[in-house]
């Protein structure tokens, strides 16, 4: 009984929007926002310097580049790490998500945001020298401001073709 509870709890609503985040080996994230959405680009997450933080900036939390979702929506998000890699976990409290990222496997979660704003998460599970420093960022912003920062995108970031693909079941 215990597994068809687990199972059951893996069962994702209809999303609105996928997104693939990869555990790199080099103690960062990267975010891949498929094409055939609106993305079709993929970019790499970065804790700030430490000594040239600017005033604001959250010490061991902020990054270069935030992973960007709009309100309201549900998010699946596929969740794996650099096949030279080794295991991190994906972890935002505030969405009750938290999943292994796991080399050589495409796992999946979703949330819903139901606020704008800023929201962090972790590294949960200890990957080497700079675990305690591969921070997680997502902004959740209006479904306008989310079209036009897909449009920015794809300009600023390497294009990439990511097709929607479902984790094994
Ligand atoms: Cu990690």
Same mark, same amino acid.
């Given at each position: 009984p215990s597994f068809r509870l687990l199972n059951h709890q893996l %069962? %994702?609503? @209809?999303?609105d929007l996928t997104v693939k985040v990869t555990g790199n080996a080099s103690w960062a994230w990267t975010y891949s926002y498929p094409k055939d959405e609106g993305g079709g680009f993929e970019f790499q997450s970065r804790l700030l310097d430490q000594d040239t933080l600017a005033p604001g900036k959250l010490r061991l939390l902020d990054v270069d580049n935030e992973a960007v979702v709009p309100v309201n929506k549900v998010v699946r998000m596929q969740v794996t790490a650099d096949v030279v890699g080794i295991i991190h976990s994906f972890v935002v409290p505030a969405f009750g998500v938290r999943i292994d990222a796991v080399p050589g496997r495409l796992n999946e979660t979703w949330f819903k945001a139901e606020k704008e704003g800023i929201y962090y998460g972790q590294c949960? &599970?200890?990957?080497? &020298? @700079?675990h305690a420093y591969m921070p997680i960022v997502f902004r959740v912003v209006s479904e306008e401001a989310y079209k036009a920062w897909l449009v920015e995108g794809q300009k600023k970031f390497a294009a990439v073709e990511t097709p929607v693909r479902l984790a094994a079941t």
């Open positions: %069962i %994702i609503p @209809d999303a949960s &599970k200890l990957c080497g &020298k @700079d």
